[in-house]
């Protein structure tokens, strides 16, 4: 009797054992695709806090355009010539964006961080010519002449759409020679990043231009609130000029249009010629017109976040959207 009841025991004991088992490899394959699913849901929730940010920040430029830039504006930290007191003069209402907004908000259970910058501080890769990306390392940067040239040249033939490379310049055939890792793209630039690949560009080159480059916006370089560096790279501007339109600035003096500027400049820059001229037009701005709104969201307790990139220009007293991308 002892023995039987002895293995009863132990049966009940392998049972419980077996049925615990069980259970636990479906609690486990339960977990598994519970995981997925939440982090998907996670992901959803955070790209909604980062379009919420994007949201605000729109509400923000066209509230400055409906002449509510001073009550915004009013607690930003500020020295010297303040971005109000500019705007006022200039009529630009979107200069320095980032004093317009809280760059950190939470509501409810999301919450964004927000960077916003004009798009005219910054040399649009996918719409500069040779002469831009020339002066841009050779000016701005101290380049060597040659050097400057030659990733200028290797620039154009990464976004160019033909495998024929210009006389400086490199094409698949050449990275190929050279058992360089990437392969140029033959299309625009899809990030900045990309500009590390190019033939004859440099750890070093790279991280000192990589702040002055963009791939977003219309390429327009705003004269009013660039920095030298980006001025530079300008047709036709020279040195002499960039340094005077800075001191000018530093000054408080700001030109609202291509004939103003030419008439302050008149003894450090000659204006250019005809073609010269319509080219130089098309690259310039005089205020801050696109703004790029980089908007990090998340929910709380969430480690997932979600990054969403928009370009809004102004029009009127709206800020359309021009430009999307998530990360």
Same mark, same amino acid.
């Given at each position: 009797?002892?023995?039987?009841?002895?293995?009863?025991?132990?049966?009940?004991?392998?049972?419980?054992?077996?049925?615990?088992?069980?259970?636990?490899?479906?609690?486990?394959?339960?977990?598994?695709?519970?995981?997925?699913?939440?982090?998907?849901?996670?992901?959803?929730?955070?790209?909604?806090?980062?379009?919420?940010?994007?949201?605000?920040?729109?509400?923000?430029?066209?509230?400055?355009?409906?002449?509510?830039?001073?009550?915004?504006?009013?607690?930003?930290?500020?020295?010297?010539?303040?971005?109000?007191?500019?705007?006022?003069?200039?009529?630009?209402?979107?200069?320095?964006?980032?004093?317009?907004?809280?760059?950190?908000?939470?509501?409810?259970?999301?919450?964004?961080?927000?960077?916003?910058?004009?798009?005219?501080?910054?040399?649009?890769?996918?719409?500069?010519?040779?002469?831009?990306?020339?002066?841009?390392?050779?000016?701005?940067?101290?380049?060597?002449?040659?050097?400057?040239?030659?990733?200028?040249?290797?620039?154009?033939?990464?976004?160019?759409?033909?495998?024929?490379?210009?006389?400086?310049?490199?094409?698949?055939? &050449?990275?190929? +020679?050279?058992?360089?890792?990437? /392969?140029? =793209?033959?299309?625009? %630039? !899809? *990030?900045? $990043?990309?500009?590390?690949?190019?033939?004859?560009?440099?750890?070093?080159?790279?991280?000192?231009?990589?702040?002055?480059?963009?791939?977003?916006?219309?390429?327009?370089?705003?004269?009013?609130?660039?920095?030298?560096?980006?001025?530079?790279?300008?047709?036709?501007?020279?040195?002499?000029?960039?340094?005077?339109?800075?001191?000018?600035?530093?000054?408080?003096?700001?030109?609202?249009?291509?004939?103003?500027?030419?008439?302050?400049?008149?003894?450090?820059?000659? &204006?250019?010629? +005809?073609?010269?001229?319509?080219? /130089?037009? =098309?690259?310039?701005? %005089? !205020? *801050?017109? $696109?703004?790029?709104?980089?908007?990090?969201?998340?929910?709380?307790?969430?480690?997932?976040?979600?990054?969403?990139?928009?370009?809004?220009?102004?029009?009127?007293?709206?800020?359309?959207?021009?430009?999307?991308?998530?990360?």
């Amino acid at each position: 009797m002892k023995s039987r009841n002895g293995f009863i025991l132990i049966a009940a004991l392998w049972l419980i054992v077996a049925l615990s088992a069980v259970g636990l490899d479906a609690a486990l394959r339960s977990r598994a695709e519970r995981v997925p699913a939440m982090n998907q849901l996670d992901l959803a929730r955070a790209r909604e806090a980062a379009l919420a940010g994007t949201e605000y920040v729109r509400s923000r430029l066209t509230a400055a355009l409906l002449d509510r830039e001073a009550e915004l504006r009013s607690q930003a930290p500020r020295g010297g010539l303040s971005a109000r007191q500019i705007s006022a003069q200039m009529g630009d209402t979107w200069r320095a964006p980032h004093e317009l907004i809280d760059a950190h908000k939470i509501f409810g259970d999301l919450e964004f961080n927000i960077d916003v910058h004009d798009t005219g501080l910054a040399v649009n890769i996918n719409d500069a010519n040779i002469e831009m990306f020339r002066n841009l390392l050779a000016q701005g940067f101290r380049i060597d002449a040659a050097v400057a040239d030659r990733i200028g040249q290797a620039i154009l033939d990464w976004r160019d759409e033909n495998e024929d490379p210009r006389i400086n310049g490199a094409e698949a055939a &050449q990275y190929i +020679a050279e058992k360089m890792p990437v /392969l140029p =793209r033959n299309q625009r %630039f !899809a *990030t900045v $990043e990309e500009v590390r690949y190019v033939m004859h560009m440099t750890p070093e080159i790279f991280e000192m231009i990589r702040p002055y480059l963009t791939v977003v916006g219309s390429g327009r370089i705003n004269i009013n609130a660039a920095p030298e560096q980006v001025l530079l790279s300008l047709p036709t501007f020279t040195p002499t000029a960039v340094a005077e339109l800075i001191r000018m600035r530093n000054s408080g003096t700001y030109p609202a249009n291509a004939g103003e500027m030419f008439t302050l400049l008149a003894r450090a820059y000659r &204006q250019p010629e +005809a073609t010269a001229l319509q080219d /130089l037009n =098309r690259r310039i701005t %005089f !205020a *801050t017109n $696109e703004v790029e709104i980089v908007a990090a969201g998340r929910a709380a307790g969430s480690p997932r976040s979600a990054i969403v990139r928009t370009v809004v220009a102004r029009a009127g007293d709206s800020a359309p959207i021009m430009w999307r991308k998530f990360e």
